[in-house]
C-alpha cells in the first residue's frame, strides 16, 4: 500500500539559513510527488510537484527512486516561508499525505 | 472565479446530530474529494468522485455519505455526529487524471462536536 513519511513534525530555523524538509514514500509503481504547502489562514495550496523539476519559492525537491525520498530544500529560509508543508503521493486521483512538517522561520 | 468553495467554516454539532458540509467548485473539474485534518495525522481522504453519480469510499468512510448529482457541487453528510468526527474538513477539485494534476482545496469547515 501507498504511504507518505514526514519524520519531523516541527522544524525551527533561523532566516538565511537552509531548511530541508523530509518527505519518503512506498509506492509500488512510478510515483507522482508533490509537495503542498498551507500558510497562515490561506488554503492548502500546491508548492511544486516532482515531474515538474522547478524551483518555486526557491524551493527545490529531488526524486531518489533508490532511497524512495521526495525531500523539499531551500538554501536560504525567508520569515514568509513559515508554514505547514504536506508531501502528497498520487494514486489514481486519490492523494495520500504525509503527516505534516511545520516550519518556522525566526528572524 | 472562486475556485473551491466550501461551507459553513466553522460549526458546533451535539452528538446525534446530522448535517451537511456543502462544497461547490466552478472550474468544471471532473475529480472531488473530502479530507479531514487532524493534528499529527495529515490529510486523510473520505470521500471521493470521479465525475457526477460516481462516488467512492477513501481511507476514513465511517460515519459520512457523499453524493455528486451535478459536476459542481459535492456534499458531505455527517450522518449522527461524534465526538471523534471533531475535525477540520477540507474539499478538493481537480481537473482529471491527467498526469500530477494539480488539486485544489477549499477553505475548509473546522467541525466540533460536543
Known amino acids: 500500500a501507498q504511504r507518505v513519511t514526514q519524520p519531523e513534525k516541527l522544524l525551527s530555523v533561523f532566516k538565511g539559513a537552509p531548511v530541508e524538509l523530509k518527505c519518503n514514500y512506498s509506492?509500488?509503481?512510478?510515483?507522482?510527488l508533490f509537495w503542498y504547502v498551507q500558510y497562515s489562514r490561506q488554503r492548502l495550496q500546491l508548492l511544486l510537484r516532482?515531474?515538474s523539476r522547478e524551483s518555486i519559492k526557491g524551493f527545490t525537491a529531488d526524486l531518489n527512486k533508490g532511497e524512495t525520498s521526495f525531500h523539499l530544500k531551500k538554501p536560504f529560509a525567508q520569515e514568509e516561508d513559515s508554514a505547514m508543508y504536506y508531501c502528497?503521493?498520487?494514486?489514481?486521483?486519490?492523494?495520500?499525505f504525509g503527516a505534516g512538517t511545520t516550519v518556522t522561520v525566526r528572524a | 472565479n472562486a475556485g473551491v468553495t466550501q461551507t459553513p467554516k466553522f460549526q458546533v454539532l451535539k452528538t446525534g446530530q446530522s448535517m451537511t458540509l456543502q462544497c461547490a467548485q466552478d472550474m468544471n473539474h471532473e475529480y472531488m474529494s473530502w479530507y479531514r485534518q487532524d493534528p499529527g495525522m495529515g490529510l486523510r481522504l473520505i470521500h471521493y468522485s470521479v465525475g457526477a453519480g460516481i462516488t467512492d469510499q477513501g481511507e476514513v468512510p465511517n460515519g459520512y455519505n457523499v453524493s455528486r448529482s451535478t459536476t459542481e457541487d459535492f456534499p458531505l453528510r455527517l450522518l449522527s455526529a461524534a465526538p471523534s468526527q471533531t475535525s477540520v474538513y477540507f474539499c478538493a477539485s481537480s481537473l482529471d487524471r491527467g498526469l500530477n494534476t494539480e488539486a485544489f482545496f477549499g477553505q475548509g469547515t473546522r467541525l466540533t462536536v460536543v
Open positions: 509506492y509500488s509503481g512510478s510515483p507522482e
Open positions: 502528497a503521493l498520487n494514486n489514481d486521483y486519490k492523494l495520500s
Open positions: 516532482h515531474i
